[in-house]
């Protein structure tokens, strides 16, 4: 039987690195490539930066797996930025950049679980697509100003947040705990 912990100790360390390790190597070998020939073929369309925000919820789901397994205050923060401090390690394409954007995704999707222990132990339905849509607004503002999506015509502007946060919700929100809710059949976990 599998007990999902929410004190900080080893195993917890060593299941939260795990994620971030895992995801991390999953960010960049996997969803980068992926994000990268999509969007090359949609440069010619003009459509390009909406391809950076059908992906987006791809790039979340280190935090809410982190937080199902240690289910406990900062564990999403943590293998968000772990798994960012990997992608970037092993060659991902924004740099150092990803380190402080795994930061800021994993603080703001623990918003859907945060204050109540009871709310990360319970790893709800609501908590997770709360987390998630607060994952996409950690994510879609800082990259409005840094990428520079403010010059883009206003419309294409409300394309990209509607597409990011379908997005965020699908992958980070309803993948996630569809695969949680398979861990928690397989499993069986107990949580103390």
Do not use: C, H
């Not at 060593?14 to 949609?42: A, R």
């Not at 990803?98 to 790893?123: D, V, W």
């Not at 990209?160 to 379908?166: E, K, R």
């Amino acid at each position: 039987m599998f007990t999902r912990s929410s004190k900080w100790n080893v195993k917890s360390i060593i299941l939260v690195s795990l994620i971030g390790i895992i995801m991390g190597v999953i960010y960049t070998y996997g969803f980068n490539n992926v994000y990268n020939l999509v969007k090359l073929s949609f440069l010619p369309t003009g459509y390009a930066p909406v391809v950076d925000n059908i992906f987006t919820g791809l790039w979340y789901m280190a935090a809410p797996l982190a937080m199902y397994f240690v289910p406990t205050v900062g564990s999403g923060t943590i293998g968000e930025l772990i798994a960012a401090t990997v992608e970037m390690a092993i060659g991902g394409q924004w740099g150092t950049l990803t380190i402080l954007e795994g930061l800021i995704q994993g603080a703001t999707n623990e918003i859907g679980f945060f204050p109540k222990k009871s709310r990360y132990e319970r790893f709800s339905w609501g908590s997770v697509l709360t987390g998630a849509f607060f994952a996409n607004l950690g994510g879609f503002i800082p990259s409005y100003f840094i990428f520079g999506w403010s010059y883009y015509r206003p419309s294409l502007q409300i394309l990209m947040f509607i597409t990011s946060m379908i997005s965020s919700l699908l992958f980070d929100g309803v993948l996630v705990k569809l695969i949680t809710n398979l861990f928690d059949k397989a499993l069986k976990p107990k949580t103390k």
